[in-house]
């Protein structure tokens, strides 16, 4: 049973931080991908950041470039999203996701395992 919860949300302003975590369990594979993605209230989920498993490849969406780093510690079984300068536009909820691809992608449709999400908020 696949199981992914995303954690350290809350209310920050303007050019704060947080450190996101995603934790998991349930799944031994040798590829696949852990994605974050955000929904702003009223938009589409768009994608973040992911992190693969072959050679730790990465992928930042333009919007966070800079200003956001993904990483992994495997022993913990966590992948951290690392958010800085935030942006009131960065408000929303973060999920993480799990694909069975072994590099990185944004596409929704090849993560078939989500957790339930973690709200940021960020003011102006």
């Known amino acids: 049973d696949v199981q992914l919860q995303a954690s350290g949300g809350g209310l920050v302003q303007a050019g704060g931080s947080l450190r996101l975590s995603c934790t998991t369990s349930g799944f031994t594979f040798d590829d696949y991908t852990i994605g974050w993605f955000r929904q702003a209230p009223g938009k589409e989920r768009e994608g973040v950041s992911c992190i693969s498993s072959s050679d730790g490849m990465t992928y930042y969406a333009d919007s966070v470039k800079g200003r956001f780093t993904i990483s992994s510690d495997n022993a913990k079984n966590t992948v951290y999203l690392q958010i800085n300068s935030l942006k009131p536009e960065d408000t929303a909820v973060y999920y993480c996701?799990?694909?069975?691809?072994?590099?990185?992608?944004?596409?929704?449709?090849?993560?078939?395992?989500w957790g339930k999400g973690t709200l940021v908020t960020v003011s102006s």
């Open positions: 996701a799990l694909s069975l691809l072994g590099y990185p992608s944004m596409d929704k449709a090849d993560y078939g395992s």
